[in-house]
């Protein structure tokens, strides 16, 4: 028997009564049991159901002051193969209770108990343009706050977890989202971006049907090979049958972009009710993070944006949302400087006469900034040696780097310097000093590439030595920026356990040294 489809989105637009606090541009609104975001041309609304689960009930157009949102009630079991907790959409779920669709949290406590059942418990803040909730399992000590927030202009939404273990003994984190996303039935089309070096951004688009789409990278990085973004367009003729007619300008698109530049996964999932939820984080595959006592675990953002003038639309609200809060110096960015990088003039042949001379000719062209490339380094003289020895080549700079900043200086352009601090060549002084620094499995082959290894930063001698080069080299030299280039080959080896953490090397990849040092280079380099 097939269930009507009021029941079936019920967590769509019905009766109800709802309280508005409004302002001009973006608003909070709530029930005891019922919560509202308005901004730019977009509302979102969740509640809190009969069965404790926070629910959503609306992300779409702005609604009026006055409109009704109803109150969150979970759908019926499927003909009893799929009990409500599966059926019915959840803003963050837990794996547990037989829940059959993607789960935003998967836990394994101590006693090898994996089920994880969250229920609302109270308002953390709330304020026109956010809210913070705190959702607890059922009977275990694991809370979750959930945080949202709106912005004003162009309605895009930026949620996020941390997820606290106030149990006795620590738990495994199987798998963290940030945020989960849900649209009501209809047919959709999902965009999405692929690609390989030299062949980035590739746009796929292709209707959603049954079952899941996965984009994710497991890297440990981001990459050319997918992009942590998405849209999803629908139909705005409600046809049944032909193309699904939303285009660059015109009808529905949903979209979101994940804020993480470690190993990532977005879901988007198809369910048997015809609904479409998406799922994005932490990417499950080899994470194992295991929580202690009192820890906490915090989730990148997940942003989310509606526009109803197509893809094009879409686009326009995110760039403007990323000049306005993302980009250095926000909400008023400076351009961008122009660039003068050295790589395919000189390559590895670096020496002060020759960047001396590059840069006259950079300065004559109108360049704002000018870097200097691989080579300056070590014994860096190819890709086979030198990498991980960060100290200047005096045979290619006898007097330092001083002499060629000044001389960058003196053109009217500042200066900027490559370097590479997670890789490692075999052939350096810091490999064969600390050949057990490096990513490798005890006993099976070093997983070689580019000439290249990758150091072990979850070992905390190896961020010692990385912080230290990194904040002699600014500290000693007026860079103002750093190109920082990411080439690690070897990160499928990023599972194996840190000896000094207990924790998956993945939970310690490239990403997190470059947030763990954006404070290093922080201090020293001018925003």
């Given at each position: ?8 989105v019920s967590?769509v ?14 608003t909070?609104?709530?029930t005891a ?9 977009s ?31 979970s759908l ?7 009990s ?5 959409p ?5 794996w ?5 669709t ?55 939404l930026?949620?996020?977890?941390d ?11 199987e ?26 951004w ?9 079952g ?10 981001t ?31 949903w ?5 993480w ?35 906490h ?6 942003y ?31 351009p ?42 070590g014994?860096?003289?190819?890709d086979?040696?030198g990498?991980g ?10 007097h ?16 900027g ?8 060549n ?33 070992r ?6 990385v ?9 000693e ?10 080439t690690?080959t ?6 194996i356990?840190s ?10 990849s490239?990403?997190?040294?470059s ?13």
């Amino acid at each position: 028997m097939k269930i009507s489809l009021k029941k079936r989105v019920s967590y769509v637009l019905s009766t109800s009564i709802l309280l508005t606090l409004s302002s001009a541009g973006s608003t909070t609104a709530q029930t005891a049991q019922i919560f509202r975001l308005d901004g730019g041309n977009s509302t979102y609304a969740f509640g809190v159901n009969e069965r404790g689960e926070l629910q959503p009930l609306y992300w779409g157009g702005r609604l009026g002051a006055h409109d009704i949102v109803p109150p969150a009630h979970s759908l019926p079991e499927m003909a009893s193969f799929d009990s409500p907790y599966t059926t019915t959409p959840q803003e963050y779920a837990g794996w547990g209770a037989g829940l059959f669709t993607e789960p935003a949290l998967k836990v394994t406590f101590d006693d090898g108990n994996r089920d994880l059942v969250l229920h609302f418990v109270r308002i953390m803040q709330s304020s026109p343009q956010s809210i913070d909730l705190q959702l607890k399992d059922i009977s275990r000590e694991i809370f979750v706050t959930l945080r949202y927030s709106i912005d004003p202009e162009t309605g895009i939404l930026a949620r996020s977890a941390d997820i606290e273990n106030r149990e006795k003994k620590q738990v495994v984190i199987e798998q963290a989202a940030a945020a989960q996303w849900t649209l009501p039935p209809a047919r959709y089309t999902l965009s999405y971006l692929t690609g390989r070096w030299a062949g980035e951004w590739t746009l796929n688009q292709e209707p959603i049907h049954g079952g899941a789409r996965v984009i994710e990278s497991r890297r440990g990085t981001t990459g050319h090979q997918a992009n942590s973004w998405f849209a999803i367009s629908r139909d705005s003729g409600n046809l049944t049958t032909g193309a699904i007619a939303a285009d660059e300008e015109h009808g529905e698109v949903w979209f979101g972009a994940l804020g993480w530049s470690g190993s990532w996964r977005i879901t988007v999932e198809h369910t048997q009710l015809d609904a479409v939820r998406i799922t994005g984080g932490f990417n499950p595959f080899d994470f194992g993070y295991k929580l202690k006592p009192g820890e906490h675990l915090a989730t990148p953002v997940f942003y989310g944006g509606y526009s109803d003038h197509g893809l094009g639309g879409a686009s326009r609200l995110l760039h403007h949302f990323e000049i306005s809060h993302i980009l250095p110096q926000a909400p008023d960015p400076k351009p961008r400087p122009v660039i003068y990088n050295s790589w395919e003039a000189t390559e590895f042949s670096v020496d002060e006469a020759g960047q001396m001379a590059i840069a006259e000719k950079a300065a004559s062209i109108g360049v704002d900034r000018f870097v200097m490339d691989d080579g300056w380094f070590g014994q860096r003289k190819d890709d086979h040696a030198g990498l991980g020895d960060w100290y200047v080549n005096t045979e290619k700079f006898p007097h330092g780097l001083k002499p060629l900043i000044d001389k960058v200086h003196s053109l009217g352009m500042d200066f900027g310097l490559w370097v590479e601090p997670e890789m490692v060549n075999p052939n350096s002084d810091l490999y064969r000093k600390h050949p057990d620094w490096v990513l490798n499995f005890p006993g099976r082959p070093r997983s070689e590439s580019r000439n290249q290894l990758v150091l072990n930063l979850a070992r905390p001698d190896v961020r010692d030595y990385v912080e230290g080069f990194l904040d002699k080299l600014l500290t000693e030299n007026d860079i103002a920026f750093l190109k920082w280039d990411t080439t690690a080959t070897g990160l499928s080896l990023v599972g194996i356990r840190s000896p000094s953490t207990s924790r998956s090397a993945s939970t310690w990849s490239s990403s997190a040294i470059s947030i763990r040092y954006s404070g290093t280079c922080a201090k020293n380099i001018p925003k």
